[in-house]
């Protein structure tokens, strides 16, 4: 059953990902930003939704009242693919850090640039650093956005021994603004890269600035 299960949830988790992807197009590139921010917003939805009823695995965020208005960071642990996803009904008007070469991707690149996140160039770091710094500090001068960093920068297994980034201190420092830790055990039901999902409840919370 849980072959089954988790076979299922992903056929039909890409699939929706794909759909929702073409039919909002029109809607997500004609809508001023903010408007557009409700297709991510209902993909996260539609997917946690998808999980429960088919993988049985439900999730459980508290701590809302923990999030400032405003400009913060949100910092989870990367654990697996849902805690990319699971935390975009929550916030305003969220930021991510990536990759340039995922801009070059059709429908997905063109979706993440519409949102207006921070590509990020290979090559040196201590560059890379003050260009994401200075390109996150325009942005929340601009309006109040909430950066999405993962501490360790990667997915790391639960109970992983910690391994944090220097840059994510230094983007601290320099921005100034509240950080929110995310405490949560998707790793354990949604492992990364992994084929099963298991079934039960994913607690995530967060905590105080």
Request: aromatic fraction near 16%; proline fraction near 9%; hydrophobic fraction near 45%.
């Amino acid at each position: 059953m849980l072959i089954i299960r988790s076979l299922a949830f992903n056929l039909v988790f890409y699939l929706s990902l794909i759909v929702q992807m073409i039919f909002w197009t029109p809607f997500y590139f004609l809508a001023p930003r903010h408007r557009a921010w409700f297709v991510p917003k209902f993909w996260s939805r539609t997917s946690m939704w998808l999980y429960n009823k088919i993988a049985a695995t439900k999730s459980e965020i508290t701590g809302v009242e923990n999030l400032p208005e405003g400009s913060f960071i949100l910092a989870p642990k990367h654990q697996s693919f849902w805690d990319a996803i699971a935390f975009f009904p929550y916030l305003d008007d969220a930021l991510y850090i990536l990759k340039r070469e995922l801009t070059w991707i059709p429908f997905f690149g063109w979706y993440i640039m519409k949102m207006r996140m921070i590509p990020v160039d290979r090559g040196s770091r201590s560059k890379a650093l003050k260009a994401v710094v200075v390109a996150t500090r325009q942005e929340m001068d601009r309006n109040p956005r909430q950066l999405i960093i993962y501490p360790e920068g990667t997915r790391r297994a639960p109970g992983a021994e910690p391994s944090y980034k220097y840059g994510i201190v230094e983007i601290y420092t320099q921005l100034g603004v509240p950080v929110v830790p995310v405490a949560h055990v998707a790793g354990l039901y949604w492992p990364r890269r992994k084929f099963l999902r298991y079934p039960g409840t994913i607690k995530a919370r967060f905590l105080p600035p």
